[in-house]
């Protein structure tokens, strides 16, 4: 018992260093498997297929900038009066109407690839936002805005999550 207390404090144990060999084995194998999982997920490519934009970027030229502000021009005189009366049928200030119909616009210039779906509030979701997010308070948000914040937070979950697959079940 006397020969434990006189070792020093850098000597190991036969127990101590099989310990330290196998945490050494442990944290080399985490190692590869997170490189392995950095290189597949987060390259140039997959950077590509969720940025659109850094495509098309590089070859945008001006001719494409009187077309564009056609388009945008056009969309914006629709959604604005849309905006606003879904924000009615939904209860909401009408604010919340125009911040939901350009936020979907602005976002889907950099991250969107379809030119077949449909951005900002529509009749259906606003319906059920009104039936969830109503509140005593008049013009309160709070509810509809945590409903957003929720949706948003799924939808972000299921894309770092590549559960994308889903949607093409259906």
Request: glycine fraction near 6%; include cysteine; hydrophobic fraction near 40%.
């Amino acid at each position: 018992m006397a020969e434990q207390w006189q070792k020093g404090p850098n000597e190991r144990t036969p127990l101590l260093a099989e310990q330290s060999h196998f945490t050494n084995q442990v944290q080399a194998k985490m190692k590869t498997k997170v490189k392995s999982c950095c290189q597949k997920y987060w390259s140039l490519n997959n950077l590509k297929a969720t940025l659109p934009c850094i495509k098309w970027i590089p070859q945008y030229r001006l001719k494409h900038f009187q077309c564009d502000l056609i388009a945008g021009l056009t969309v914006g005189l629709t959604v604005i009066p849309q905006g606003l009366a879904y924000a009615r049928i939904a209860e909401l200030p009408p604010q919340y109407g125009l911040y939901s119909a350009f936020m979907g616009c602005f976002v889907y210039c950099f991250l969107g690839t379809s030119k077949d779906i449909t951005l900002g509030p529509t009749a259906i979701m606003s319906l059920m936002t009104a039936d969830f997010a109503h509140t005593p308070v008049k013009d309160d948000a709070t509810y509809a805005i945590l409903l957003t914040l929720v949706g948003g937070l799924i939808q972000l979950a299921m894309g770092l999550f590549k559960l994308d697959y889903e949607i093409d079940l259906t």
